[in-house]
């Protein structure tokens, strides 16, 4: 082999790694050439010989690309990445660079990262030149936060008397709601400046108060109070 640098394969170069053929078939011969440490482009050089030692004249093949250098894997945007949970995960992209080939696209492997699900995760970029050259695995972590706070969708409030709208002395009224997102242990509800038993989970909650004589009449107040499972409270509803 030769190096060359102008298309050209005359076997004037210097030989840089000489090989026995190995019979094959019939005048067949296969050689396998020890690339390692090279780079570039090589023209390849075939001498025969026979059993009386007669050399034949060199047949001069075209030349071959030794490449034996990785690509390179270069992130886009920020690494770490954060996004809100319930969100889209947004792929920030990788560009990956060759000594000789241009145009290579980074494999990405983002299928372990759960947006709806507080944490953190792994995103995996690969890439391979067309000489078989593996780049060095990039990974980029990804956090998924809550920093939203959760939101009351429906309130309402009723009691067990005949006519909902009213309540006396042993009814029970009971307010009613739900949130945009799963809540934390229970809420802190009270009735009638009362604490509520509340029961739920989820999004789905209520809460229930046994009317007494001490109650004052008029309209009767209620406050809710809650946080998200990332403990991120709510606006306090009354």
């Known amino acids: 082999t ?3 640098n102008d298309g050209v394969c ?10 026995q053929g190995v019979f094959v078939t019939g005048s067949t011969y296969a050689a396998t050439i ?15 010989a026979d059993m009386a030692a007669n050399h034949s004249n060199p047949v001069l093949h075209t ?31 990788a560009t990956v ?24 995760y792994t995103v995996k970029y690969d890439a391979v030149d067309t000489a078989g050259n593996h780049a060095t ?18 309130v309402s409030i009723i009691s067990n008397n005949t006519h909902p709208k009213f309540a006396r002395q042993t009814n029970k009224v009971t307010v009613s709601f739900t949130a945009n997102e799963s809540l934390a242990l229970k809420p802190t509800v009270t009735i009638a ?12 909650w209520s809460a229930v108060h046994t009317m007494s004589a001490t109650d004052a009449e008029g309209y009767i107040p209620f406050t809710i109070n809650f946080s998200d499972i990332s403990l991120n409270a709510g606006l306090e509803v009354t």
Not at 37 to 48: K, Q, R, T
């Open 137 to 154: 695995q990039v990974v980029r972590t990804v956090n998924v936060v809550d920093t939203v706070s959760p939101l009351l969708t429906t």
């Open 193 to 204: 400046g009362v604490a509520a038993t509340v029961t739920g989970s989820g999004t789905t």
């Open 63 to 93: 030349k071959v690309a030794i490449d034996n250098t990785a690509p390179v894997i270069v992130l886009q945007g920020a690494n770490p990445q954060t996004i809100e949970r319930e969100t889209s995960y947004n792929e920030l992209g």
């Open 10 to 19: 005359d076997g004037n170069g210097t030989q840089l790694t000489a090989v």
């Open 97 to 120: 660079s060759d000594n000789t080939d241009s145009g290579l696209v980074a494999t990405i492997d983002a299928s372990n990262v759960v947006t709806s699900v507080v944490g953190t």
């Open 2 to 4: 030769e190096p060359r």
């Open 34 to 48: 020890n690339t390692s440490g090279l780079s570039g482009d090589y023209c390849v050089n075939a001498i025969a």
